[in-house]
């Protein structure tokens, strides 16, 4: 099975209401928001990334989901490998280090040793504080804009820099190591949202997951991305690289569907917010893509996805 | 670190009262018991265990955690690596059955490839429904008796056997590979209790934990540990097959420290349930151990623990 066969396998199980047909970034059960993200060692983080940065990300990436949803961080539960001394430690405190930035407390979790040799699997459970409402992605519809708060690509753009040496440092990396969870936009955003998700996997491919939940299509301008100063000095802000912004991952920023004419700028966002109409839902299924040249091709990938076999 | 310097560390981070201080099976939060479990290929399942019975240990072990305080099953979130179509596709098979069986609900969760070759790494978080008590590992007084529902030994004695020849069969292999929650027995238990836990690492460890959290001593009568006629026939009832039973792990049987002179067997348990005063707790702190011959010197394995050096 790959990953869209596993999961499929797990709806057919998933059938309490709670589990919003695993079709959303998190459950929604009693008034809490509850997620969890697992990270491996050399498919989510690099073995030389710094260990207290890996544990702000998984933190942070969780926080980025009840984020999606509009939720106030409240407790987590950690699930630790323990091997390396050192790493372990700065690990930990890179955990200490997120929870306490964002008011999220550890609860419980479990510890474990994996046989020598195996990749750090590191997982973590974070629940959250519903707000008034807690949108979905399936409730987008025909018409409505859609609105990315924060930049696409930087952290593929990091990924990318560190690859080519483990030693680069620089802003890009810093988004790629310690993504910054949008929780005070999520917040603002869920009240007036038709449908909102965070983008984790690339902005194309999470798309694609929102418009099909909501039963629409999606256009996508690539030139109205939000692209960071550091993206364009790295890899421009042409075709090619918005493509790359677009597909690329680690973003942890907002997708929202606002109904048309909703200006998101009257709302009380922090006032570092970077906020952009990228394209709009409509009838029908698929993407499209466009610039200001005219119709774009789909990308062969659309974002990050687990075993595509 | 080793994992009780881990725990340590963690413990100084986990100072939200929901967390029990990490000295307890789970969390409680808005009346809601929270707990999770991972479990590793090689370390807590063999590669060539079923599948499905992995997927159902690792709901029954989660279950268990529930059971101990009391609580109703209410939900769960999945960690999942997806790799080997068929194991998957058997392993989801075994979570669902236990999902079945004790109507726990899956509500979401994560999917991940790990790097080819990597064991697998699998995870749950559970969550219950409080009952009125949610009785805490630290609540026994000096003078409580112990009593433990369930038999000890046989899922140690299982492994044993399984690692001896893969192909084995038989009721110890049953309960190493598919153990029962006690979760009725676990909330009749949790009205009464002062102190509750699931054995999970072997009966002197976790008993060793609760009368810690406890600030109390133990002493237990290795004669009067409950062990099953499999259990006997495979290795016995002597001294040393008594210590083997008390050290071994993977039990999910139940210990409580009830009120002296108070009679659980006038309580609502399951008409199957196998309880047996098996010591008491005491003033001051440590372990002893006493059968009819006398003390007994206390084993250098109190039980499984994961990195003791």
Redesign the interface.
């Known amino acids: 099975?790959?990953?869209s066969e596993?999961?499929n396998?797990?709806k057919r199980?998933?059938?309490?209401p709670?589990?919003r047909g695993?079709a959303d970034d998190?459950?929604v059960?009693?008034?809490?928001v509850?997620?969890?993200?697992?990270?491996?060692?050399?498919?989510?983080f690099l073995p030389t990334d710094p260990p207290a940065s890996v544990g702000w990300k998984l933190v942070a990436v969780n926080l980025s989901d009840l984020a999606a949803k509009g939720a106030a961080p409240?407790?987590a539960?950690?699930?630790?490998?323990?091997?390396d001394?050192d790493w372990?430690?700065a690990f930990?405190g890179g955990?200490?280090a997120a929870?306490e930035s964002y008011g999220l407390?550890?609860?419980?979790?479990?510890?474990?040793?994996?046989?020598e040799g195996?990749?750090r699997?590191l997982?973590l459970?974070a629940?959250g504080k519903a707000g008034e409402r807690v949108p979905s992605r399936s409730g987008g519809r025909a018409g409505d804009i859609l609105w990315v708060v924060g930049t696409l690509g930087d952290g593929a753009a990091g990924l990318n820099l560190l690859q080519e040496d483990a030693e680069a440092t620089g802003p890009l990396i810093d988004q790629y190591r310690r993504p910054v969870p949008l929780l005070a936009a999520g917040q603002v955003l869920a009240r007036k949202a038709n449908a909102t998700m965070d983008i984790s996997d690339g902005l194309l491919i999470d798309l694609q997951r929102l418009a099909e939940a909501s039963g629409c299509a999606a256009e996508v301008d690539l030139d109205a991305l939000p692209l960071s100063r550091a993206f364009i000095a790295e890899r421009g802000q042409d075709r090619r690289a918005r493509l790359f912004a677009a597909t690329g991952g680690d973003d942890y920023a907002l997708l929202a569907a606002l109904p048309e004419g909703f200006d998101p700028l009257g709302l009380p966002l922090p006032s570092d917010s970077t906020i952009a109409a990228v394209g709009r839902l409509t009838e029908g299924s698929g993407i499209t893509l466009r610039d200001a040249a005219g119709p774009v091709g789909l990308p062969e990938r659309m974002g990050y996805e687990?075993?595509r076999d």
């Open positions: 099975m790959n990953e596993v999961i396998r797990l199980i998933a059938t309490d709670a589990a695993l998190a459950a059960l009693d008034g809490l509850i997620t969890h993200d697992t990270i491996a060692e050399g498919v989510h409240r407790a539960l950690l699930s630790l490998c323990i091997g001394e372990d430690e930990l955990i200490e929870c407390n550890l609860i419980g979790g479990d510890t474990i040793a994996l046989p195996a990749p699997v997982g459970t629940i687990h075993r």
